[in-house]
């Protein structure tokens, strides 16, 4: 039996199955929708009154959309990580669900595969591209309730009998990485160069709303930092075994850094510090959207992708 592509319909209730069979056309109107719930508006003007042109003589390039206004043509890619990329849209939309449906991520060369691009190089640049679309935005409320802040330290695993010396903790050369969540809410994630008490207590008075409290490990650099939020400042003392007391923990903080170290270790295998913060990124996102379908989180992500641009850099 034929297959017969389905009609278009949002794309937060398809099926995976159903985003790999998109045409060309469904995936522009996907976009569009997601862009332009309202219909087009001109990213030059502003403006709303616009022309579809007409693509059957094939004079215009699919997807051309002329304003009336200002007179200048555009598309849905226009003013978004997928200007000027030579992926089809078909791709993209196929490679925001897969990089959004995986908890543990999706490789470059894993998404080379599926795709059917001819490179690693554009794989991996589309990838990029995804994790800056799911950058939370800086003007995002800060957190609040109870936020858990937890230090940990990302990098490939250790090779087993190089004759090398590996610490861990604080002496070893894996990148540090700070997290801060907020008890069954949000998280926000980033790497930092040195875990001292002036860098971490920063992070918490610039993501943490002052009511909230603060619940950490036993580590000394938190030591006076519920001075600043009315709710104080709880511990659990790791180093004695105590990993809960009551209500008081950071299990939530070590759960997301479970779920970004198997990442690291059984996705990716190797991230450079350059470029952690994206991962960060991405991790970050699918776990503030954890609790929505693959399709709603999948949206979500695509409505990202307006006013960035990632350049590739050799």
């Known amino acids: 039996m034929r297959y017969e592509p389905p009609k278009y319909t949002k794309l937060s209730e ?3 199955i159903d985003v790999g069979r998109l045409t060309e056309d469904q995936a522009r109107m996907i976009l569009e929708d997601i862009r332009w ?9 502003q403006g709303t009154n616009v022309t579809h042109l007409n693509t059957e ?3 215009e390039r699919d997807g051309i959309i002329q304003c009336n ?3 200048q043509q555009f598309t849905v890619t226009v003013g978004t990580i997928m200007q000027g990329s030579h992926i089809t849209l078909r791709q993209w939309v196929q490679a925001f669900h897969s990089i959004c449906s995986h908890k543990k991520g999706v490789s470059a060369l894993q998404l080379q595969r599926n795709l059917g691009l001819k490179t690693y190089k554009s794989a991996w640049h589309l990838a990029h591209r995804i994790r800056l679309a799911m950058k939370e935005d800086p003007l995002a409320s800060a957190l609040k309730g109870t936020v858990e802040v937890d230090e940990t330290y990302v ?5 087993k009998g190089d004759g090398k010396v590996h610490k861990r903790g604080r002496g070893t050369k894996k990148a540090p990485v700070l997290a801060l969540v907020e008890r069954d809410g949000r998280v926000r994630t980033k790497p930092i160069e040195f875990v001292t008490a002036k860098t971490l207590k920063s992070a918490i008075h610039e993501n943490v709303n002052h009511e909230a409290r603060i619940v950490t490990d036993e580590l000394p650099s938190y030591n006076g930092i519920g001075e600043d939020f009315e709710g104080g400042h709880k511990t659990v003392n790791h180093s004695a075994g105590e990993y809960a ?5 950071v299990n939530s903080a070590e759960s997301f850094f479970a779920l970004l170290k198997r990442g690291v270790h059984g996705t990716f295998h190797h991230v450079s510090k350059k470029h952690l913060h994206r991962y960060c990124d991405e991790f970050s996102f ?3 959207h954890r609790k929505v379908t693959d399709g709603e989180r999948t949206v979500a992500a695509i409505e990202g992708v307006v006013g960035k641009r990632l350049m590739y850099m050799n």
């Open 245 to 249: 007391r009551d209500d008081i923990n």
């Open 14 to 16: 398809m099926a995976s």
């Open 37 to 45: 719930p309202n219909g087009p508006i001109c990213p030059h003007c």
């Open 69 to 71: 206004t200002c007179r």
């Open 57 to 59: 003589s094939k004079k």
């Open 155 to 159: 990098g490939g695993k250790p090779r």
């Open 286 to 288: 699918r776990w503030d």
